[in-house]
C-alpha cells in the first residue's frame, strides 16, 4: 500500500472537531460521523462500551468495564488479544478502531482506549467526534497540541472524560491538597520527583534488522499514523515506549501520575520555562536517563515553584529533614515537597502516603478535618458520569492541561536547551527548533 504524510497546520490543528474527525476517518468515509453531536447521556441501562487496544494495559481497563455491556473489541495484534477476546466471546472484533466506530457508532455509548501513546488522540478524537464517552490511559496525548485540542473537542461535544491516573482518585492526594491547604508545611517553593524508569531500552539507535511480522498483527494499523518502518521486536509488545514515534519516554509514562497530586493541589498550571540535563537522547529514544527542572510562576499568593524530575534511577541529594536511618524511597519512585515551614515525602509516585519528615514533626501534626470529597473509584467516576453523574477528577478538562505541562519536559529533552514557553500561543518563545516537537504530521494509513 502506499502511503504518505500530510501535514496539519496550527489553524487546523485547533479549529476543532470539524478539522481532525474527518482526517482520521478519511479511508472509510463520513457517513456515520456526526459533527457537533453531544454526548448521549446513558439513564438506566448497561452502557454499551467500546474498548480499543484489549492486551497489556487493555486487558486490564476492559475488565473495568464488567458491569457493563462490552460489545466491541479493537486490537491490531489477536495473539496479544487472546485473553481479552475469550473473556468477552459475544464481542464483536476488529482490527481498526475506523471500522469499529462506523459500523457500531449507533450502539456505543462509550469507548475506552489503552493503545501505544502514538494513537491516544487519533482514536479519542474520532471517538469524541461522535459524541461517545471517552476514557484514555495516559498520557493523555503523545503531543502537547493534541492535548489541547482533545480537551476542547470533549468540552464541545459534551462528553464524559477521564484520563488513567488512579492515583486522582486515592486517598492521598486529598491528603495532601488537605494538609497543604492547613499549612502543613508552609508555602510551597520546590518538588522533586524520582522515578526507576525507563524499564526498557532507551538512548539506542533504530535497528537495521527486519524482522518477520507475527502472524496475528497488523504492523500497519499498529504503526498507524507513525511514519512507516520494518518491523522489529524491539518496538512491540511493550518496549514501543522508548521510542519518540510511539512513546514518550519516561515522563510519559510515569510522569502524570507523579506530577499529578502537587499540579492538583498547589493548581501549577503551565510553567515559563523548562531545561534538561540528559544521557543518550537521540532522534529516535528517548535518553538513558535525564534531570527536568520546570519553573512555575507565582500564582496569587503562592509563591514561584521549581519542580525537578529525576529518572533513570537518579534522585535528588537526601533533604536535610530526613533522618539519618532512613532511606529516600526507590521502586517506581517518590516524591519530596519543599514547604518554607518543613518537608513531605511520599513513598510513591502515587502518593499512596504521604509524611512530614522527620517523623517528630509527623506526629506533632494536627491533621485538619477532611473536607474534600471522596472518590468511588477512577473508573467509576468516569461510568457515573456517562450516566449524568458529576465531571470525573481526571476528565480531560484537568487532563489536558496536565499532559500539556508533563510533555514540554520532552521539548527540552530533545531540544537539549532551555525552552522558554508561552501557553496561551502553544509555542516556544525562544527555540524555535523546539516546536515542530509541539506537533506532529501524520500518515495517512
Not at 515525602?345 to 491533621?367: C, G, H, L, T, W
Request: some cysteine; hydrophobic content about 35%.
Amino acid at each position: 500500500m502506499t502511503t504518505r504524510k500530510r501535514g496539519i497546520t496550527r489553524r487546523t490543528f485547533l479549529r476543532g472537531a470539524a478539522a481532525a474527525a474527518p482526517f482520521f476517518v478519511s479511508r472509510y468515509g463520513l457517513a456515520a460521523v456526526r459533527e457537533n453531536r453531544k454526548g448521549r447521556i446513558v439513564r438506566d441501562r448497561k452502557l454499551n462500551v467500546a474498548c480499543v487496544g484489549c492486551g497489556g494495559k487493555g486487558w486490564g481497563d476492559t475488565a473495568a468495564m464488567g458491569g457493563e455491556n462490552v460489545i466491541a473489541l479493537c486490537d491490531v495484534d489477536y495473539n496479544r488479544a487472546r485473553g481479552t477476546f475469550n473473556r468477552y466471546p459475544k464481542a464483536k472484533r476488529y482490527r481498526d478502531y475506523r471500522h469499529m466506530l462506523l459500523e457500531m457508532g449507533k450502539e456505543i455509548d462509550a469507548v475506552t482506549v489503552s493503545t501505544p501513546d502514538h494513537m491516544h488522540y487519533p482514536v479519542a478524537r474520532m471517538a469524541v467526534s461522535m459524541g461517545k464517552h471517552v476514557f484514555v490511559q495516559k498520557p493523555l496525548t503523545h503531543t502537547v497540541a493534541e492535548a489541547r485540542d482533545l480537551a476542547q473537542a470533549a468540552r464541545e461535544h459534551e462528553v464524559a472524560t477521564q484520563m488513567g491516573i488512579q492515583g486522582h482518585a486515592k486517598e492521598g492526594i486529598r491528603l495532601l491538597k488537605e494538609w497543604l491547604d492547613a499549612d502543613a508545611v508552609g508555602k510551597v517553593h520546590e518538588i522533586q520527583y524520582w522515578t526507576n524508569r525507563p524499564i526498557w531500552p532507551q538512548g539506542i539507535e533504530r535497528p537495521g534488522e527486519v524482522h518477520d511480522v507475527p502472524g496475528t498483527l497488523d504492523w500497519n494499523r499498529w504503526l498507524g499514523v507513525a511514519p512507516e518502518r520494518p518491523f522489529n521486536s524491539c518496538y512491540h509488545p511493550f518496549r514501543w515506549r522508548g521510542w519518540w514515534d510511539f512513546g514518550c519516554g519516561a515522563l510519559g509514562d510515569i510522569g502524570c501520575h507523579a506530577m499529578d497530586a502537587a499540579f492538583w493541589a498547589l493548581d501549577l498550571g503551565s510553567p515559563t520555562s523548562v531545561e534538561a540535563v540528559t544521557s543518550g537522547v537521540n532522534d529516535e529514544t528517548a535518553p538513558k536517563w535525564s534531570i527536568v527542572t520546570y519553573q512555575f510562576p507565582a500564582r496569587g499568593k503562592r509563591p514561584a515553584v521549581k519542580v525537578v524530575w529525576h529518572d533513570g534511577n537518579k534522585k535528588p541529594e537526601r533533604p536535610r529533614d530526613l533522618e539519618p536511618e532512613r532511606k529516600l524511597p526507590g521502586g517506581i519512585g517518590g516524591q519530596l515537597i519543599f514547604g518554607d515551614k518543613g518537608t513531605m515525602m511520599a513513598n510513591d509516585v502515587y502518593v499512596s502516603s504521604i509524611r512530614i519528615i522527620p517523623e517528630a514533626k509527623m506526629k506533632a501534626f494536627q491533621r485538619p478535618e477532611k473536607t474534600l470529597p471522596r472518590s468511588p473509584g477512577h473508573v467509576k467516576e468516569w461510568l457515573d458520569a456517562c450516566k449524568g453523574g458529576k465531571p470525573p477528577g481526571a476528565n480531560f478538562d484537568y487532563a489536558g492541561p496536565l499532559t500539556e505541562m508533563v510533555l514540554l519536559g520532552n521539548l527540552a529533552v530533545r531540544t537539549g536547551k532551555k525552552i522558554e514557553w508561552d501557553s496561551k500561543n502553544l509555542r516556544c518563545t525562544n527555540v524555535p527548533e523546539a516546536n515542530p516537537y509541539v506537533r506532529k504530521p501524520y500518515r495517512v494509513f
